[in-house]
């Protein structure tokens, strides 16, 4: 093996990595769409924490935390498309 080789990866080493890397991208669409979507439903309003802390209800239900929340969302939509691009390119790549 030549210095300017990198080492070969077993298959199960591989496999593992593309199982990791595919269970990352669908949580962070998972996440992306309950982001999107929960800020904007009953779910966000009738929240049971409001009970507890009802100071928390009007800042919570200010347009801009909405807004905010629904950012984070659209944030890690971005994210699961460049983990998807940075996969398939490794995948071409190796």
Do not use: D
């Not at 030549?2 to 991208?25: C, D, Q």
Request: charged share 15%; net charge positive; aromatic share 10%.
């Amino acid at each position: 093996m030549f210095p300017h080789e990198a080492p070969r990866r077993s298959p199960a080493a591989l496999l593992m990595n593309r199982a990791l890397a595919i269970a990352a991208v669908l949580f962070s669409f998972e996440l992306a769409v309950f982001l999107v979507i929960v800020p904007w439903s009953s779910l966000w309003e009738n929240n049971v924490l409001f009970a507890y802390v009802p100071v928390l209800r009007p800042i919570m239900l200010h347009v801009m935390v909405r807004i905010g929340v629904t950012g984070l969302g659209i944030l890690n939509l971005l994210i699961g498309v460049g983990e998807i691009r940075a996969l398939r390119y490794h995948h071409r790549a190796g």
